[in-house]
Nanobody
Framework: QVQLVESGGGLVQAGGSLRLSCAAS????????MGWYRQAPGKQRELVAL???????NYADSVKGRFTISRDNDKNTVTLQMNSLKPEDTAVYYC?????????????WGQGTQVTVSS
């Protein structure tokens, strides 16, 4: 069974920085896309950033130039460095992996970590 465990959320003032990490454990053969999504109260979950197996990245327009996604394939981890945080970045952040296991390709989600940016 694959599990994703997130860490690094918290409370920060506007303009500050946070670093989120997500580590996968279990019987993983290969991970294709790794990503971060977020969901603010009363809103739908939205994509924040993706990184593929070739380290190509994709960012939401609202975070471009402020957030950086990276991955460590040896450790099955993905990291989101968030700088110049704004109150509108407040949300629960979820990591997401598309991973190959003995049961085939599956989409896995972390439990979520709260990020709160105060003005």
């Amino acid at each position: 069974q694959v599990q994703l465990v997130e860490s690094g959320g918290g409370l920060v003032q506007a303009g500050g920085s946070l670093r989120l990490s997500c580590a996968a454990s279990g019987s993983i053969v290969k991970i294709n896309v790794m990503g971060w999504y977020r969901q603010a109260p009363g809103k739908q979950r939205e994509l924040v950033a993706l990184i593929n197996s070739g380290t190509g990245t994709n960012y939401a327009d609202s975070v471009k130039g402020r957030f950086t996604i990276s991955r460590d394939n040896d450790k099955n981890t993905v990291t989101l460095q968030m700088n110049s945080l704004k109150p509108e970045d407040t949300a629960v952040y979820y990591c997401n992996f598309v991973a190959l296991t003995g049961k085939g390709w599956w989409n896995y989600w972390g439990q979520g970590t709260q990020v709160t940016v105060s003005s």
